[in-house]
């Protein structure tokens, strides 16, 4: 699978859009890109996932670069139970040895303030 | 309630010992994963499996040892060999298909080992 790169910590101020941004330059054309966050000592959730096209859902939405190389996850309205660790991932959907494999990086810790 | 679980939430061992972690989900996944997160760090992929009777090793295999005799089961055991072995489990299952929505990992709430 695919390296990510996010930067380590960002903030927010409750109500406005966090913008978290994810580079994955050596994506290759059969993978997905996936993002999950963490809430403090509980299991990630998954929130949005896409190839190509910009995807919406009632959680987030996630805007794909043209080339794929980078993405960014939009949680539009952030409120302070969106602080959490946020992971950008990079998988193959379907077929080879790494099939359904999940491979996380280090994330980004999002603090929403009041 | 469809979901994944894992128990206990906190397990204390004595060093030397090996401890098993239990992980159970009846969402008729086809995959399930073992995780290990230590403080300030992201998940690192321990084992997986794909299909019953078959798993592979992760990232970080030494030490761990798993087995899949039932869809829904997939135990995951801390052998004395694990050098550090006091840290968050997570597993976690997911279904396998075309699909790329059916990709979507669900967590268990993690099992936290302390050896001492």
């Known amino acids: 699978d695919a390296k990510t790169t996010q930067p380590p910590s960002m903030d927010c101020a409750e109500g406005r859009a966090a913008n978290l941004p994810c580079n994955h330059s050596t994506i290759s054309g059969n993978e997905y890109v996936y993002w999950y966050r963490q809430i403090h000592s509980q299991g990630p959730q998954y929130i949005i996932h896409g190839l190509k096209n910009n995807e919406t859902n009632e959680m987030a939405s996630l805007i794909i670069t043209e080339d794929r190389k980078s993405s960014t996850l939009i949680l539009p309205h952030a409120t302070l139970r969106d602080t959490a660790v946020y992971y950008c991932i990079v998988r193959v959907a379907a077929g080879g040895t790494s099939y359904g494999k999940l491979t996380f990086g280090q994330g980004t810790i999002l603090t929403v303030h009041p | 309630d469809g979901g994944i679980t894992q128990s206990p939430k906190y397990l204390f061992r004595k060093e030397g010992q090996n401890v098993t972690l239990s992980c159970e989900q009846n969402?008729?996944?086809?995959?399930m994963y073992w995780y290990r997160q230590d403080p300030g760090q992201g998940l690192r992929l321990i084992y997986y499996?794909?299909?019953?009777?078959?798993?592979q090793k992760g990232d970080i295999a030494e030490g761990y040892s798993v087995s899949r005799e039932k869809k829904e089961s997939f135990p995951l055991t801390v052998t004395s060999a694990q050098k550090n072995p006091t840290a968050f489990y997570l597993c976690a299952s997911s279904p396998l298909g075309r699909a790329s929505r059916l990709n979507e990992a669900f967590f268990g709430q993690g099992t936290r080992l302390t050896v001492v």
């Open positions: 499996s794909q299909i019953v009777n078959d798993f």
């Open positions: 969402l008729n996944h086809d995959a």
